[in-house]
Nanobody, 125 residues
Framework: QVQLVESGGGSVQSGGSLGLSCAASGYTYNFYCIGWFRQAPGKEREGVAAIDSDGSTRYADSVKGRFTISQDSAKNTLYLQMNSLKPEDTAMYYC???????????????????WGQGTQVTVSS
């Protein structure tokens, strides 16, 4: 059974930084794409960043150059370092893992079968 537990959310002013962590258990990193999604009130959940099973990283255009995704396989932990935060980054952030078969997409919610409970990030102007 895959379990994902996020931590590290909070409130910060515009331009500030926050780091998120996702502790994973019950699966092997090498077989899964693991990443971060976010969902703001009234909006659809969207992909933020992900690490493919081959180690390559993916980012949404809106966060490129500001967010960095990384993982520590020894600790089974995924990270998201968020810098230069903007009010539009305010959302619930979710860690997710999925086995992306042919045609799968790192940013498609339906391709991820395992989700954490989410952690809130609030950026004030």
């Amino acid at each position: 059974q895959v379990q994902l537990v996020e931590s590290g959310g909070g409130s910060v002013q515009s331009g500030g930084s926050l780091g998120l962590s996702c502790a994973a258990s019950g699966y092997t990193y090498n077989f899964y794409c693991i990443g971060w999604f976010r969902q703001a009130p009234g909006k659809e959940r969207e992909g933020v960043a992900a690490i493919d099973s081959d180690g390559s990283t993916r980012y949404a255009d809106s966060v490129k150059g500001r967010f960095t995704i990384s993982q520590d396989s020894a600790k089974n932990t995924l990270y998201l370092q968020m810098n230069s935060l903007k009010p539009e980054d305010t959302a619930m952030y979710y860690c997710a893992a999925g086995f992306l078969g042919e045609g799968g997409s790192w940013s498609r919610v339906a391709d991820f079968g395992y989700w954490g409970q989410g952690t809130q990030v609030t950026v004030s102007s």
